[in-house]
Nanobody, 127 residues
């Protein structure tokens, strides 16, 4: 059974930082790309960032480049998203996800094809 344990969300003021963690189990972690999507109220789910567990290749949405950093610990089957300089527009439910294809994070057309999803964790950034 595939499971994700997502943690680290919460409420923070603009300019602050949060670190999301996603511990995965139930699939071959080293063969997947793992990362985060987010969905704000009234908006489509969008790819935020991901990292390949087998070669370390990363992807960042333009809106978070330079502010977010994604890392992984293959020994712990865990991916981390360090979010700095948070803005109110970063407010959303963040979903951990896994799929072998990194490009799935780039386009909304692929959203429904992603293999595995976590339940989501709320991130709220106050102005």
């Amino acid at each position: 059974e595939v499971q994700f344990v997502e943690s680290g969300g919460g409420l923070v003021q603009a300019g602050g930082s949060l670190r999301l963690s996603c511990e995965a189990s139930g699939f071959r972690f080293g063969e997947y790309v793992i990362g985060w999507f987010r969905q704000a109220p009234g908006k489509e789910r969008e790819g935020v960032s991901c990292i390949s567990a087998y070669d370390g290749e990363t992807y960042y949405a333009d809106s978070v480049k330079g502010r977010f950093t994604i890392t992984k610990d293959n020994a712990k089957n865990t991916v981390y998203l360090q979010m700095n300089s948070l803005k109110p527009e970063d407010t959303a439910v963040y979903f951990c996800a896994a799929d072998p294809r990194l490009y799935y994070w780039r386009g909304s057309v692929y959203r429904n094809l992603v293999d595995y999803w976590g339940q989501g964790i709320q991130v709220t950034v106050s102005a």
